[in-house]
Nanobody
Framework: VQLQASGGGLVQAGGSLRLSCVASGRILSSYVMGWFRQAPGKEREFVAAISSSGGATKYADSVKGRFTISRDNAENTVYLQMNSLEPDDTAVYYC???????????????????WGQGTQVTVSS
């Protein structure tokens, strides 16, 4: 699976962005999809994930109520709608894919097999 993330940019605090992750090479509906982020000098952290069918989602507490993950399997695309952005949301955002058969937590980044190249999100105060 090749993943291509896009949609990042510079936005003021309180603004919104929508990230997209397009998959190629395999059928996206076979995979759980996640978004992770990494700020300078920090560890990569879980942001959100969605089950292969789209029926289940999980969010980090820091983004709950502000971010929404969704997927369009027909378009092989996963989205991350980010609202009420805060300066602490500044990071490189990565999409990732893993087998739908894994029983490990959606938030466990070590279980994700495929990663996109990342897209920069910068939120100014």
């Amino acid at each position: 699976v090749q993943l291509q993330a896009s949609g990042g940019g510079l936005v003021q605090a309180g603004g919104s962005l929508r990230l997209s992750c397009v998959a190629s090479g395999r059928i996206l509906s076979s995979y759980v999809m996640g978004w992770f982020r990494q700020a300078p000098g920090k560890e990569r952290e879980f942001v959100a994930a969605i089950s292969s069918s789209g029926g289940a989602t999980k969010y980090a507490d820091s983004v709950k109520g502000r971010f929404t993950i969704s997927r369009d399997n027909a378009e092989n695309t996963v989205y991350l709608q980010m609202n009420s952005l805060e300066p602490d949301d500044t990071a490189v955002y990565y999409c990732a894919a893993r087998s739908k058969y894994s029983i490990r937590s959606f938030a466990d980044h070590s279980t994700y097999t495929y990663w996109g190249q990342g897209t920069q999100v910068t939120v100014s105060s």
